[in-house]
């Protein structure tokens, strides 16, 4: 669980350079890019939580925000190749 977390960490710098580095030069690449870095920190979160909401029932429900932030993201980053461009 902690080789999760600290990829959870380490997606976190890599979304926001990634993200700067679309928004400055618009590149498609680094927009796609930064979207996967953010999906798969979010699903790298969700045992680490799962994990933790098995001691405290009150994660259940941000268990369940991640994934639905997960899905939503995956749907939405999948609908952009679809894209005619």
Do not use: C
């Amino acid at each position: 669980m902690l080789v999760l977390f600290v990829y959870f960490l380490v997606t976190v710098p890599a979304f926001l350079g990634l993200a700067l580095v679309a928004q400055l030069s618009r590149a498609a690449w680094a927009k796609r890019a930064s979207e996967v870095v953010l999906l798969t920190g979010v699903a790298a979160l969700i045992p680490v939580v799962l994990d933790r909401a098995l001691d405290r029932p009150v994660l259940w429900l941000f268990v369940a925000l991640l994934v639905v932030v997960l899905v939503f993201g995956a749907a939405m980053h999948v609908r952009t190749y679809r894209r005619p461009s």
